[in-house]
């Protein structure tokens, strides 16, 4: 079935980088964009950024752009997310989602990762 | 940024109950807005597309209107499995935002 896997649970100190991977079955993997998500405890959904994994194209949420670069490998399927001069403020679960429609820039999230727990101590 | 708004933040209700949850937008974003639905510990699931379009799967007493700058999520007759956080998301502009979320509770 379709899905999305993300890597385990990560700790890093202020000032580090972190890498999530989240890796695709099911589908094919270069026709649909792929977007991060992430969630502060306790907190609501932020939208982080978007990638195409057929041609590469990026676009970061203003907030992240100079701390975040994402990333694909068609050869296996997965797209990754890296932050970087972590902050205590980015400790959150982030999500992969894919984009409903094939081709498209922009639309819904209609397949989710279970999460990666970040936390920056 | 589009702004979401979304009220109220939380609503307790029954079982049976109609349930409506709105979602306002800074400005408009024509048709372009999603609704999820998401549990504690888990991932959000879409339920709603283009304001009105309803996920595969996802069963017929949640419905989405609206156009334009207001939204409206309704559940026709709350059941158990409800219970969860709803959050709207915009997706017209280049940055997607999201609302800050509507909590049903068990009344």
């Known amino acids: 079935q379709v899905q999305l896997v993300q890597s385990g649970a990560e700790v890093k100190k202020p000032g580090a980088s972190v890498k999530v991977s989240c890796m695709a079955s099911g589908y094919s993997f270069s026709s649909y964009g792929i977007n991060w998500v992430r969630q502060a405890p306790g907190q609501g959904l932020e939208w982080m950024g978007w990638?195409?994994?057929?041609?590469?194209?990026?676009n970061y949420a203003q907030k992240l752009h100079d701390r975040v670069t994402m990333t694909t490998d068609t050869s296996t399927n997965t797209a990754y997310m890296e932050l970087r001069s972590l902050r205590s403020d980015d400790t959150a679960v982030y999500y992969c989602?894919?984009?409903?429609?094939?081709?498209?820039?922009?639309?819904?999230?209609?397949?989710w990762g279970q999460g990666t727990v970040v936390t920056v101590s | 940024d589009i702004q979401m708004t979304q009220f109220p933040s939380t609503l307790s209700a029954s079982v049976g109950d109609r349930v409506t949850i709105t979602c306002r937008a800074s400005q408009s974003i024509s048709n372009w807005l999603a609704w999820y639905q998401q549990k504690p510990g888990k991932a959000p699931n879409l339920l709603i597309y283009k304001a009105s379009s309803l996920e595969t799967g996802v069963p017929s007493r949640f419905s989405g209107s609206g156009s334009g700058t207001e939204f409206t999520l309704t559940i026709s007759s709350l059941q158990p499995d409800d219970f969860a956080t709803y959050y709207c998301?915009?997706?017209?502009?280049?940055?997607?935002?999201f609302g800050q979320g509507t909590k049903v509770e068990i009344k």
């Open positions: 990638i195409s994994p057929f041609t590469g194209n990026t």
């Open positions: 989602a894919r984009l409903k429609a094939p081709s498209a820039i922009v639309g819904a999230f209609d397949v």
């Open positions: 998301q915009q997706y017209e502009s280049s940055s997607r935002t």
